[in-house]
């Protein structure tokens, strides 16, 4: 008896980067059942792109460097991206235009909203955090607060808006926690290397890192690890599926993106399509998809069921009407 196939998953590609891609963020749903993803590229001109389709909508012109970080405040009206040209700069989504710049000692690598979008954190090569006010002119571009405390680059920093915390993660192999009133740590989850990536799952219950073969979960709450999954090459970056049951990776020495099951860390799914290793992943917001960003300069959108007919994916004729 013949059996039925399962689909093959065929990625959309989103070509207009020239250099490696190195972060993407999507957006939350918004009220039309629209969502946007940004990507930052080391050929410094970071894009906003629809979610559902990968169709590009806009460049954001004006960094004089690769960009490390791209990311969109809550309502999506402004973007913050983090450069090499030792600014952080800050966008209006709509018309392109730079709302503010600000200056920088060195090398800016990781950059975040505050959950009003009314206060953006930035790290880098400095070892320093610096927590900008967009709406304070009389501060004319210094900082409102800023801290020590990393002893190595930092390459991650995330804006917990639900709790109104700060996290940010580096070559020193600890997540720090900060209180964004004071700037005081209040807490850290320490692993046993350099932190490659570092990201807060959609609901903001758990802390994803990644340091060489390792892969950590870490309560958000609480700040205990609640799940350590190794494998056998190195993990670049990780995203966790809005409903927990799956993970996506992707590898710095390899070409390949891998799906695990989350509760048992199997591996599920191995896809090849990039030319390059994959320096990011992310998955949307409705978990429809996930995004992969690699050193071949592209962008893949995959569908997580493949098959199933969303966004510019037509389905494979076997689904209920």
Known sequence: MAMASTPRSIPLTCSGHTRPVVDLQFSRVMSDGSYYMISAC?????ML?????????????GHKGAVWSARMSTDVTKAVTASADFTAKVWDTYTGDILHSFPHQHIVR????SGDGSRIVTGGMEKKLRIFDLNRDDLAGQPLLSADGHTSMIRN????????????????????????????QVHSCKMDGPIASME?????QYITSTTGKSVYFWDAQTYTLRK??????????VSLHPNHTR?????????????YDFESGRELEVYKGHHGPVHT???????????TGSEDGTIRLWQTTPGKRYGLWQGDGNEDA
Request: proline content about 3%.
């Open 228 to 237: 350590h999954i190794k494998t056998e090459y190195d993990v670049s970056a």
């Open 157 to 184: 920093v995330v804006w917990d808006g639900s709790r109104n915390m700060i996290l940010s993660s580096g070559d020193d192999m600890e997540i720090r926690v900060w209180d964004p009133r004071t700037f005081n």
């Open 247 to 259: 993970f996506v990776a992707g590898g710095s020495s390899d070409l390949w993106v891998r799906i």
């Open 110 to 113: 990781g950059c975040d909203f």
């Open 42 to 46: 080391k050929d410094g001109n970071p």
């Open 200 to 204: 807060l799952s959609a609901d903001g």
């Open 281 to 291: 992943v992310s998955y949307s917001p409705d978990g429809e998809l996930y995004a």
């Open 49 to 61: 792109r629809d979610g559902q389709t990968g169709d590009w909508i806009g460049t954001f012109i």
